[in-house]
């Protein structure tokens, strides 16, 4: 099995249809993976590990994951992640979590493994909040994966209200220890990916009291199963909760406490500590706890995006393959990625997983420089940071889930098969817009930060406001589209301001009709949520523009610059009846959007195949390989759809006999029945 894409690589034997897109491509898809992936380098070292792993033949899927029980998926995942543990280090730079990432997404695919969150979950929060004596303690066996870790917050009756959280860590003065317990069932840990049955250590947030007083959410290490025997330990109540929508190769379990006792240096205590005699030294910022949350965060549009990116390869490779109904050629059925609405279906998906990429390397970088300042005791940034990742996550978490169930769609009856794996894809990518903090909650916490930034610009103090927010002081001054990229942003930043302006003076209004702040807050939550969806939007656009614009080479440039094009008109288009309403756009602008758009999704028909091919999917990441079975076919880089349908289908437990129980059980006495 080759694993090397090169571009218009024309290999004997794939699909004609697809070599067809690949030559007509006007760039080379290793220099846009590079611009993807950011570097040469990184774009290389991934298809590197592709091709490492795919000659390993313990790390593929022994069985059709679709096929199997749960039980079976969850040993499955297992057997890949423990044979890959034995890999790793000649496969891939141990300190690179975006390696990690890639091969673990290679070999484990969509469906989760019970060391899911050890890596992205239960290292992070201890690196961040744990002392150097901390990580001396615990970092180095978790990094070896002596111990497996989850990170435990979300209760069953509270996961949003953090501050509500129920289970008590209470300091005892007498034995220096922490009693940790679960006062009502509500208080029951509930959610936590790898807890339920895998590990044996997590990160547990709970209330931390003092001589009766709460000092709110901290971060405690615990052990909860013993290492040999993997037992609970007596006092911890542990299980899994059940199957979900997705991602059921891991463990989401329950944890309670029966007065749990764990020493006092089990307080992650980087920033904050409860010395010897009780007294509780503050860190240096109120929510400096919440820090891990912000880093999550930060990493979903580029996660997301590549989510979606996955998605769309299997669509657009799928939909320039299959052929059905004529235009004006009546002896061949068209590709029917040739319809417009297949285009107008896709392509602005495959712009915004570009742009949620782009993005999301931005708001990585961001992260990197708050996690130094706030090393060396510097919290400014947080306040920023955690409202562009709160607009961010759950802008592109709901795009995102847009834009897979598109490509489901677009790939008709067979999107709907198990075959496609976008089922797999779109729950496990569905859920970003719950976990890591509820989208509508995550949006009104960036709300609270432009409200705040209105009333700043409001009370005459534009100087005042951030490099993000500064456009809610500028004047308004009509704009003339035809000009380019900072035209659409102009009217964009004209957009995004009057929704933050209206949503404000409205919240204003309510309080000074007498409504307190809490019920006029939440009277407006709608309008306050749209602002911050416009803002994140704007600023989605902008990274983008900013991205293009730092690219060199012309040939990937230009059809960047067409596939921003496509962005810049799409997103404005889906807003155009803010700026409709105040006459700021007028109908004859809304018309050239329209054909600009239009123009834009026949630009990039010729180069659609390639721009997914630049990703560098593997086979075996979209579970098209064939190295033992056929778990997924629609997205295969050979295009051979249809003989592996059919392959997939006999591969089917059902087939496996002709006469099945339910037949000779029930059918079969039911039609004898009715035949007296
Ligand atoms: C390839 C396949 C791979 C598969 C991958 C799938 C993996 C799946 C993995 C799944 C993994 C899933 C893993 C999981 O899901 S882990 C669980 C994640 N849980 C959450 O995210 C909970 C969400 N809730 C919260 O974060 C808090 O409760 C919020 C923030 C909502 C309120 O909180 P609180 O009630 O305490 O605060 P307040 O509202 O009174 O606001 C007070 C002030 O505080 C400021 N503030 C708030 N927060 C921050 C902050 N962080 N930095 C700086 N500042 C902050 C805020 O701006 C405000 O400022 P001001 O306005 O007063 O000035
Ligand atoms: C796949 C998955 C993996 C997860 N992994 C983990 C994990 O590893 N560790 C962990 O600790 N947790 C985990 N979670 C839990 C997750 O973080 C929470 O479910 C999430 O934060 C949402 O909280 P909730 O369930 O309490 O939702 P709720 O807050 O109950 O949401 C229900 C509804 O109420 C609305 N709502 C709530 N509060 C407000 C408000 N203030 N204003 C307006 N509307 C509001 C929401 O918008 C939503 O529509 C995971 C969840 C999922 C789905």
Redesign the pocket.
């Known amino acids: 099995m080759t694993m090397v894409f090169l571009n218009k690589e024309i290999r004997d034997g794939d699909n004609p249809d697809l070599t067809e897109e690949r030559k007509t491509a006007t760039f080379d898809t290793n220099k846009m993976a590079e611009v993807i992936y950011g570097s040469e380098k990184l774009a290389r070292r991934r298809r590197e590990i592709s091709q490492a792993v795919s000659l390993i033949p313990e790390l593929a899927d022994s069985k059709p994951l679709p096929f199997l029980s749960r039980n079976e998926k969850i040993l499955e995942s297992t057997r890949k992640v423990t044979a890959l543990n034995e890999h790793l280090p000649r496969l891939i730079n141990m300190n690179d979590e975006d390696e990690a990432w890639h091969i673990h997404s290679e070999v484990i695919g969509f469906e989760g493994n019970p060391l899911a969150?050890h890596h992205s979950?239960f290292i992070p929060p201890l690196v961040i909040q744990g002392s150097d004596e901390q990580h001396e303690k615990w970092l180095g066996r978790a990094k070896r994966r002596e111990i497996i870790g989850?990170?435990?917050?979300?209760e069953l009756g509270?996961?949003?209200?953090i501050r509500k959280l129920e289970t008590t860590a209470t300091y005892s003065l007498s034995t220096q220890e922490f009693i940790l317990h679960t006062p009502t069932i509500n208080a029951l840990?509930w959610?936590?990916?790898a807890l339920g049955k895998s590990s044996n250590h997590a990160v547990v947030v709970a209330s931390l009291i003092i001589k009766e007083q709460n000092y709110g959410p901290h971060l405690f290490m615990v052990q909860i199963r013993d290492e040999q025997s993997h037992e609970p330990l007596p006092g911890i109540a542990v299980g899994d909760i059940g199957p979900?929508m997705a991602?059921n190769g891991a463990d989401?379990g329950f944890l309670g406490f029966n007065n749990f006792r764990i020493p006092r240096g089990n307080l992650l205590n980087r920033h904050c500590n409860v010395e010897v005699d009780g007294t509780y030294v503050r860190p240096p910022h109120d929510k400096m706890n919440y820090a891990g949350m912000i880093r999550v965060r930060s990493r979903m549009a580029a996660e997301q995006g590549t989510f979606m990116a996955q998605a769309l390869t299997i669509a657009v490779r799928y939909s320039a393959v299959r052929r059905q109904g004529f235009l004006e050629n009546k002896s061949q059925e068209v590709k029917v990625l040739d319809y417009q609405t297949q285009q107008h279906r896709l392509f602005p998906a495959i712009a915004r997983s570009y742009a949620f990429i782009f993005c999301g390397f931005e708001t990585i970088q961001k992260y990197e420089t708050l996690q130094n300042e706030m090393n060396s005791g510097n919290v400014s940034l947080m306040a920023d940071l955690h409202a562009l990742t709160s607009g961010i996550k759950s802008v592109v978490t709901y795009q995102t889930g847009e834009g897979i169930e598109q490509a489901r769609m677009a790939c008709g009856g067979h999107g709907y098969s198990m075959a496609s794996y976008i089922s797999e894809i779109y729950g496990c990518a569905i859920?970003g817009c719950?976990?890591?903090?509820?989208?509508?909650?995550m949006l009104?916490q960036l709300a609270r930060y432009l409200v705040k930034s209105v009333e700043l610009a409001m009370r005459g103090k534009p100087g005042d406001l951030g490099p993000m927010v500064a456009y809610l002081a500028y004047p308004d001054i009509k704009v003339d589209l035809v000009t380019g990229p900072e035209a659409y942003v102009k009217m964009f930043q004209h957009i995004s301001k009057r929704q933050s302006i209206k949503a404000t003076e409205k919240f204003h209004r309510k309080m000074e009709s007498g409504v307190s702040r809490d019920e006029a807050w939440n009277q407006c939550?709608v309008e306050l949520t749209r602002a911050s969806r416009l803002h994140t939007r704007l600023y989605i656009i902008e990274t983008f523009i900013r991205r293009v614009d730092s690219i060199e080479d012309l040939s990937i440039k230009m059809v960047l610059t067409d596939l921003m094009n496509l962005h810049l008109n799409y997103e404005l288009l889906d807003v155009a009846s803010y700026a409709l309403e105040d006459g700021f756009m007028s109908s004859t602008q809304m018309g050239f959007i329209k054909n600009q758009l239009y123009s834009s999704l026949e630009k990039i028909r010729p180069n659609a195949v390639s721009l997914v091919d630049s990703f560098q999917f593997s086979d075996l990441q979209l579970r098209s390989n064939l190295l033992n079975f056929l778990f997924q076919v629609l997205g295969r880089r050979d295009g051979h759809v249809y003989q592996n349908l059919f392959e997939w289908a006999k591969s089917s437990p059902l087939n496996q006999t002709e006469v099945l129980p339910s037949v000779t059980q029930y059918l079969k006495p039911m039609m004898e029945k009715a035949k007296l």
């Not at 989850?150 to 979300?154: E, F, K, P």
């Open positions: 969150l979950l989850c990170y435990a917050q979300t509270h996961g949003s209200n840990k959610w936590p990916g979900k991602f989401n859920g719950t976990y890591e903090g509820e989208n509508m909650v009104l939550a």
